[in-house]
C-alpha cells in the first residue's frame, strides 16, 4: 500500500496573464465529478456544506484546505492529500477534477456568472 504524507496541488499565476480589469479570482474552488457527473467536493474541502453531503470526517478548515489567492507567490495552494490517498487506494475514481471561480467568502460547487 502506498501512503502519502501531504499532497498539495499548486496552481501559479504566469506574469502578465492577469491584466485589469482581469485580476486574479481572489478564491477558487476545487470539485470532482461522481460517477454521475454531479460536482461533489473533494474529500479534503468536504465540510458538509451543501444538503446532499454530511462532509468527510478528514475534512480541512477552509483556510488550511487553501484555494485562496496568494498575490506574493503569485499562485492558489490546495491541501488535497484525503483525495489523492483515495485515488491510490481505489476508493475513488476520477471522473474529472476541476476549478472555478468562487466568492472569497463562500464556497460554492456552482459560482453564479457574477463571480466569474
Known sequence: KIVVN????VIE?????????????PRLSLYRYDIAGVR????DGDNGTDQSSAGDKRALAPTVFG?????????YVFVVTSYVQDLLDGKTTD???FLAPTPSGAYELYPSMATA
Do not use: H, M, Q
Not at 499565476?13 to 479570482?25: C, K, M, R
Not at 484555494?67 to 499562485?75: L, M, P, T
Open 6 to 9: 501531504k499532497v498539495e496541488l
Open 95 to 97: 471522473y474529472g477534477t
Open 67 to 75: 484555494g485562496y489567492y496568494d498575490a506574493v507567490n503569485r499562485r
Open 40 to 43: 461533489k467536493n473533494v474529500p
Open 13 to 25: 499565476v504566469a506574469a502578465g496573464s492577469d491584466p485589469i480589469p482581469f485580476n486574479a479570482a
